[in-house]
C-alpha cells in the first residue's frame, strides 16, 4: 500500500529531474544537451503525476479503513489528519515544481499559451487536493466504529 505511493513519488520526481537535469551526449565528447520537451508534454506529465498521486493517496486512505475495521486495531484521528496534511503538501510541491518545469519550457511561448496550462496545473493539484481532503473526511465514520467496538470490548471484560 506504501509502496504504491512511494513508486508513484518517485515517478513524479523522476519525471522533474530528467525535465530540469541535462543530459549527457555519449556522442558529443561530454558536452551537455538539455532534453527539450513541449510545454504540452510537460502540462501532460504534470496531469498525469497529479492523477497517479491523487489515485494511490486515496487508495492508501481505502487500504487504512480495511485495516482499521478488520483489525481492530487503533488509529489514532491527528495521525490520519497529519497524512492528510502531508499528502497535501506532497501534491502541491510537486504542482509548483511542475509549473516551475512549464515556465522553463515554456519561456519561448506567449503567455496565452502557457498561462492556462500552469493554471490547468494548479487547478488539478486543488482538486487532488479536495479528493485527498474528502477522502479522509470519509475515514471519520470509521474511526467512530472502531471506537466504539474498542470501548464495548473494554466494557465486556
Known amino acids: 500500500m506504501v509502496s504504491n505511493f512511494q513508486q508513484a513519488c518517485k515517478s513524479a520526481t523522476s519525471q ?3 525535465m530540469t537535469q541535462p543530459e549527457r551526449e555519449e556522442e558529443e565528447s561530454e558536452e ?4 527539450t520537451l513541449s ?3 510537460v502540462h501532460a506529465a504534470a ?11 486515496i487508495e492508501l486512505f481505502h487500504k487504512l479503513a480495511e485495516m482499521i475495521l478488520f483489525s ?3 488509529t489514532e484521528p491527528s495521525v490520519l489528519s497529519q497524512l492528510t496534511v502531508v499528502l497535501c503538501k ?3 510541491l510537486l504542482s509548483k515544481k511542475f509549473t516551475s518545469c ?7 511561448e506567449k503567455g496565452d499559451v502557457l498561462n492556462p496550462l500552469i493554471t490547468g496545473v494548479f487547478l488539478e493539484a486543488s482538486n487532488s487536493a479536495s479528493y485527498i481532503q474528502d477522502a479522509f473526511q470519509l475515514l471519520m465514520p470509521i474511526l467512530e466504529i472502531s471506537h466504539i467496538q474498542r470501548r ?6
Do not use: F, Y
Not at 551537455?32 to 532534453?35: C, G, I, Q, T
Not at 496531469?47 to 493517496?57: G, P
Open 47 to 57: 496531469i498525469r503525476s497529479l492523477a497517479e498521486l491523487t489515485a494511490r493517496s
Open 39 to 41: 510545454v504540452e508534454e
Open 90 to 92: 506532497e501534491i502541491s
Open 152 to 157: 464495548a470490548e473494554s466494557t465486556e471484560q
Open 72 to 74: 481492530n486495531g487503533s
Open 32 to 35: 551537455v544537451v538539455k532534453k
Open 102 to 108: 512549464l515556465t522553463t519550457a515554456g519561456s519561448h
Open 16 to 18: 522533474i529531474t530528467d
